[in-house]
């Protein structure tokens, strides 16, 4: 970590199924950032939200990329991962239908998130 400071990322995936490659990156850089000591909040919105269900991201394939599955692994070891709530709701997702360590919250906990001092955040 840069100068022992503690950095916060915060990665909004958008895109699911739908968008793999998008969908990818986001993972992608958040397990990165996991796996390099940074504080990781991987946030799950539009179809990337079906993630936060058991065996779907192991159901994910993309040439060349990581499986996805893996990468949520990491982030779930060691850094926080969120489910939107109108999109698990638009998706019938309750919190009993969620992957262990998975939450839903809604945009005023991802707006205190982003803006929080030392965040950084990217959407994808």
């Known amino acids: 970590m840069l100068g022992g400071m503690t950095r916060t990322l915060v990665v909004k995936a958008t895109a699911g199924a739908d968008a793999p490659e998008r ?3 986001a993972f992608t850089v958040a397990a990165t950032a996991a796996a390099a000591g940074f504080d990781v909040s991987l946030w799950l919105t539009g179809e ?3 993630f936060a269900l058991p065996g779907r991201a192991e159901s994910f394939e993309l040439p060349h ?3 996805l599955g893996e990468l949520l692994h990491v982030v ?3 850094g926080r991962v969120t489910a939107c709530t ?3 709701a638009r998706r019938d997702i309750g919190p009993d239908d969620v992957i262990p360590g998975v939450r839903i919250a809604g945009a005023a906990v991802f ?5 929080a001092d030392g965040a950084q955040a990217l959407v994808y």
Request: hydrophobic share 45%; net charge negative.
């Open 76 to 78: 779930l070891a060691t």
């Open 48 to 50: 990337s939200t079906w």
């Open 111 to 115: 707006v205190e998130e982003a803006v």
């Open 65 to 67: 990329s990581a499986p």
């Open 23 to 25: 969908c990818a990156q």
């Open 86 to 88: 109108q999109c698990a």
